[in-house]
Structure formats: structure tokens, C-alpha cells
């Protein structure tokens, strides 16, 4: 990220002193690729995701002298409220057409990690839930930080984790193979 001073839209400067700058730069340097993962993770997408993550960025330069204490918690709070101020915004950029205008090219870098069968079944929650089980599971935060993160309290954090728990764990794509999906019945129609 560059540090370059520039006014933002109401004429105000941006870190313009040494030690915020480098202070910001070594944040930057530091964390952002646990940043980025979070990002990837809410998003699902690695183009949006660098967006993600640089649209935060930006924001927290811009708050950078008056963050107290630990900037990560601030950071991370701008890249939750900016995702989910994206996916409430209407989305206007792309119209679907009949014919692809070129071939597309195929996500592997998460199969390395983490089944693809995962990510479909965690992209078909809510996007609050796979908020909080990001935030929680994959970042590792306590419910509390969890809950400063979102702005919201801690029971709506276990809420909304044990929903989507529930949720994943009758999802037909983690289901084992040959194993049955919820609701299959036996040859005589009985429930399994």
C-alpha cells in the first residue's frame, strides 16, 4: 500500500507524519496476509478479496493517528463492515449474458487447503453465519473479539455459530460417500 499523502473527500490529510507512516507501513508489512486470508474467506473470490482488503486498508489509513491501542481489531472491523456493506449494496457491475465471452479459470488454491465440498456447503450459509464461523474457526478469535469484530453481542456470535454448525452438518456436500442425506429413507420408506 502506498503511503503517499492525499486528501480524502472532505479535504482532510491522511497520515502525513513519519512515525504514523511507518507505523502503518509495518502493519501493513506484518499482517496483511492473515488480512487477506480473512478477506478470501468472507469473500470466496481472490479478485474481490485483494479489493476487500485493500478498500480496509485504505479506510484504516485514513483513521490510522487515532486508532488506540491495537490496530488489528480496528482493521479487521473495517474489512467485516466493508464486506457487509458490499453484499447489501446492490450489485450493478455484472450482467449475466447467454454465452461466456471466454473460458473461466478454475479455483485450486483453496482445494490445497480445505476439500472443495467445504466451500460450497460454507457458501450456501448466510453471510453473517460464515462471518462468525471465519471469524471464530478460521481466525481463531474468542467469541467476544468475534463479537467486536460484527458490533453485535455475544450470544448473537454462539447464535448464529451453532446455526451454522447445523446447518454444515446436514449440508448433502460434506455428507461421506455412500452415506445417505438428511431425510433418506430405506427401501420400505422408513426414515434412516
Sequence with gaps: MSTTTVLDSGGRVGPGDQAATAAL???????????????????????????????????????????????EPYVRKILVNTYAS??????????PTETLPEPT?????????????L????GRLPRRMRAVL??????????????????????????????????LRIDPALAEPGEPGPGATDDEGDLR
Design 105 to 117: 479459470a478454475v479455483d485450486t488454491v483453496g482445494d490445497a487447503a480445505e476439500p472443495s465440498d
Design 25 to 71: 507501513d509495518e502493519f501493513v508489512a506484518a499482517r496483511s496476509g492473515a488480512l487477506l486470508r480473512t478477506a478470501y474467506l468472507l469473500t470466496r473470490d481472490h479478485a474481490l478479496a485483494e479489493d476487500l482488503l485493500q478498500t480496509a486498508l485504505t479506510k484504516a489509513w485514513f483513521a490510522w493517528r487515532r486508532i488506540q491501542g491495537e490496530p
Design 119 to 122: 466451500w460450497t456447503a460454507m
Design 134 to 167: 471465519v471469524l471464530r474457526y478460521y481466525e481463531d478469535l474468542t467469541e467476544a473479539q468475534t463479537a467486536e469484530v460484527l458490533g453485535c453481542s455475544v450470544g448473537t456470535v454462539k447464535s448464529q455459530a451453532s446455526k451454522a454448525l447445523a446447518k
Design 86 to 95: 458490499w453484499w447489501r449494496r446492490r450489485w450493478n457491475g455484472e450482467q
